[in-house]
């Protein structure tokens, strides 16, 4: 572990604006849904009239699953339990991974590794900066909460729980980083674990299948029951495990080797078969792409099967109501359902997709890029290559969620993957955002694309509770998208908007990577 302390100030001094950033805006969101909470609820009633029809609402009990207790800290948790897991489990993987395998691919890890520095520095100090961000993340939410009239105790088990998700995902993105020596490959795999483990949690809720929650720590984080009865004992669980996957970790390392991964590179062919930039870009990410496409296959499937009977099984009048009120009086109770799920999965999917439009920046961080523009390589070709697989990406995912979602449903494939791929305009523009910060702030990249679509999530979140309305809940793309399940009518001028304002943004990112000089350094 020796100089572990120094790598822990480097990290910090490389996420100085990063970390302060995601810890402000996630602490500070709890505090305004408890008081919105409050103003939109005004006495217990309300409260109960909502929990009530939320319990007979499976897309809610897919998302958030059951209230546990209808008062304004209850509905708070419920609100945010899972959403903030999700959040924090997606940044933590992605800044395990950037300080952990990112810091190997590069050469920097071999670079540090001739000084003073232990074997299980680099992991340990990666792991000590991402779980205390989520554990200050956690407690600064608390006095904010306290303000609001919530009791202190619960208030201090809804902020750890609040932590929770990023401890746990911490953890996994440390062992994946050990099998992979692709970093790439080892985030995806990580958000691929998170992506079951929510499925599995929103499965058991969604379909009374109570004891599976306790198989993911995103039903752990709902389990805790703070504002109703103050679980406390749960959160044992989410230290075993993380301990046990952060020793598996610390394990995994000894037996492979600096830049190597466990799982060995399979060998290229004697002879070279790539057939120019789209070959290599096609090899690159062919992969990543198929295993999110059987990934988000299975999702849709697990989707499918939870959504048979609902039509008889929630045929109540608060439900019948709620899906009169959003779709019309002949919406069907799973209609509502598919609806909601998918469009949370689809900003997933643009997850996915960002991935394949910051390839052409991963390769030019590694140097990769600058060796291969120095032959008859243009740079257009070069970032189209990866920008064409960022596109077509969400229309195979998209096209595997829907197909397999309807095929496990009723049968009716077409009309579940039609109203799927309204979504990729949405996407697109996600991409087309990427694309622009490639070509004007390269070294920002990342971190401002996925900054964009955490605040998309949140712009969503906030609608729900009317905080976020007008001119600000329009910059979301996802909102404009049609509700076609529902009957909604096919806003052709919305979708071809969002494609304008996508292929808009992708142009002139382009064009600004034509003008700068190549940063290889991440």
Not at 117 to 125: D, E, F, Q, V, Y
Not at 447 to 463: N, P, Q, R
Request: proline share 4%; aromatic share 8%; charged share 10%.
């Amino acid at each position: 572990m020796t100089g572990t302390w120094a790598l822990i100030r480097l990290i910090v001094r490389r996420d100085r604006v990063l970390l302060p950033v995601w810890i402000a805006i996630t602490a500070l969101l709890p505090a305004g849904i408890a008081s919105a909470t409050a103003d939109l609820y005004a006495d217990q009633a309300a409260r109960d009239s909502f929990a009530t029809a939320s319990a007979s609402n499976p897309a809610q009990l897919a998302m958030r699953g059951p209230i546990y207790d209808a008062s304004v800290g209850g509905l708070t948790a419920w609100t945010l339990g899972s959403s903030l897991a999700l959040i924090g489990g997606l940044v933590s993987i992605l800044l395990v991974i950037r300080h952990t395998r990112v810091e190997e691919e590069t050469g920097r890890r071999e670079l540090l590794s001739s000084g003073v520095i232990g074997r299980h520095a680099p992991l340990a100090g990666a792991l000590a900066v991402v779980l205390a961000a989520n554990l200050l993340l956690g407690l600064l939410s608390v006095p904010a909460l306290v303000a609001n009239g919530l009791p202190a105790g619960s208030s201090l088990l809804f902020g750890l729980s609040a932590a929770t998700g990023g401890w746990v995902f911490a953890a996994v993105a440390a062992v994946t980083a050990q099998l992979t020596a692709a970093s790439g490959t080892a985030r995806e795999l990580a958000i691929g674990v998170g992506g079951l483990l929510f499925a599995l949690r929103a499965l058991a809720d969604a379909g009374g299948i109570g004891w599976l929650a306790w198989l993911s720590p995103f039903g752990w984080v709902r389990l805790t029951k703070p504002y109703a009865g103050d679980q406390w004992w749960v959160l044992g669980l989410v230290a075993v495990f993380v301990a046990v996957l952060a020793a598996a970790a610390f394990a995994l390392s000894t037996r492979r080797d600096v830049a190597g991964g466990l799982v060995p590179a399979r060998p290229g062919p004697a002879a070279g078969t790539l057939t120019g930039p789209f070959g290599l870009a096609a090899r690159l990410h062919r992969d990543t792409l198929a295993g999110f496409a059987i990934g988000f296959g299975l999702m849709g499937a697990l989707l499918g099967v939870a959504a048979r009977g609902l039509d008889t099984q929630l045929d109540t009048p608060q439900f019948r109501e709620l899906a009169a009120t959003i779709g019309g009086a002949d919406a069907r109770i799973s209609d509502v359902f598919f609806t909601f799920v998918m469009y949370v999965l689809s900003q997933l999917v643009a997850g996915a997709a960002l991935v394949s439009a910051l390839g052409a920046r991963g390769e030019e961080a590694a140097g990769r890029a600058e060796l291969l523009l120095s032959t008859p390589v243009g740079r257009l070709r070069w970032a189209l290559s990866h920008l064409v697989f960022a596109i077509v990406s969400p229309v195979l995912l998209l096209g595997a969620l829907g197909a397999a979602a309807g095929l496990a449903y009723d049968g009716d494939v077409a009309r579940v993957t039609v109203a799927t791929l309204a979504y990729l305009p949405a996407v697109w523009t996600v991409v087309g955002i990427a694309t622009l910060m490639f070509g004007m702030l390269p070294r920002l990249a990342a971190a401002l694309s996925w900054t964009m679509l955490g605040l998309f999530l949140a712009v969503d979140l906030l609608a729900e509770f009317k905080l976020a309305t007008g001119i600000i809940l329009d910059l979301s793309p996802f909102v404009h998208v049609p509700a076609l399940l529902l009957g909604g009518a096919s806003s052709s001028a919305a979708l071809l908007g969002l494609t304008v304002m996508a292929v808009a943004l992708a142009t002139v990112g382009l064009a600004f990577l034509r003008r700068r000089d190549l940063m290889p350094s991440a």
